[in-house]
């Protein structure tokens, strides 16, 4: 197994580790809106290493002669555009169900109830 | 100026997404471009008409390094509170207010999506220069707006 195949799996592997992170997640917080942290902040980190570790592999065998490499190189970038896309769209999706819980009303969970 | 930048980034998008080389999908590629230049030339640099903004796309480019390695603090921290066994202890959950020095739309949107980006924070509402912000611990509560701020009006603002 060579270096490289075992840094595209490390990849992979932190990828899905932070995935389950954000699944634990939402199971394990106590309301809505830090559910959403959970949702939210794990899930652009997991997909950037495991779309990381894909367009590396989709050029693992590069050879500048042939068309085949250079269009990998292209699906290759394609792939990291994905990233951008995740980047732009996931914290505005996470401020949109944020802020229309924050207008229907949805109480935060509290450690202590402080007295007024 | 403006224009023709934009032609050419629509122009590479559309080949880097289209991958076929023949002259009727460059041709229909090209008239694409066009139109989108023509009725939508001043969106993709909103409020630059000029081009000192080339410079600043290098400032843009040193800024997303440091937003990266934020994040994956980000991450490292909610797996830490996640596994932590006593989590409701660690967690205290509260809403933040803070005004931003930060003039520009762009860099005030830049704010917010990376504060909802980074270590246990989430934008709930921006309104003119004031953010409502929801923090998961005490420790993010205090670290806003803090060097994020800085390091934007360094990347996205001009004097």
Known sequence: ?116 | MARLVTFFIMLFFWILISGMFDPFHLGVGVFCCLLVTIFSHDLLFYGHPDLPWLFDIFKVLAYLPWLFYQIFLASLEITYIVLHPRMLEIIDPRLVRFRTRLRNTLSRVTLAQSITLTPGTITVNMSGNEFTVYALTQKSAEGLPGEMETRIARALERE
Not at chain 1, 34 to 60: E, M, P, Q, Y
Not at chain 1, 67 to 91: C, E, G, H, M
Request: proline letters at 3%; one cysteine or more.
């Open chain 1, 1 to 116: 197994m060579s270096i490289f195949s075992m840094i595209v799996a490390a990849l992979l592997f932190l990828g899905i580790f932070f995935f389950a992170i954000g699944a634990i997640g939402i199971l394990r917080f106590p309301d809505f809106y830090s559910r959403l942290h959970a949702a939210g902040k794990c899930d652009a980190l997991a997909s950037t290493l495991a779309l990381i570790a894909i367009a590396l592999f989709n050029v693992r065998d590069f050879d500048w002669t042939l068309f085949q490499s250079w269009d990998n190189l292209r699906v290759s970038l394609k792939i990291l555009l994905i990233i951008l896309f995740v980047y732009v769209a996931t914290p505005a999706a996470t401020h949109a169900i944020t802020k229309a819980a924050f207008i229907v009303g949805i109480e935060p969970w509290e450690k202590r109830k402080r007295n007024r």
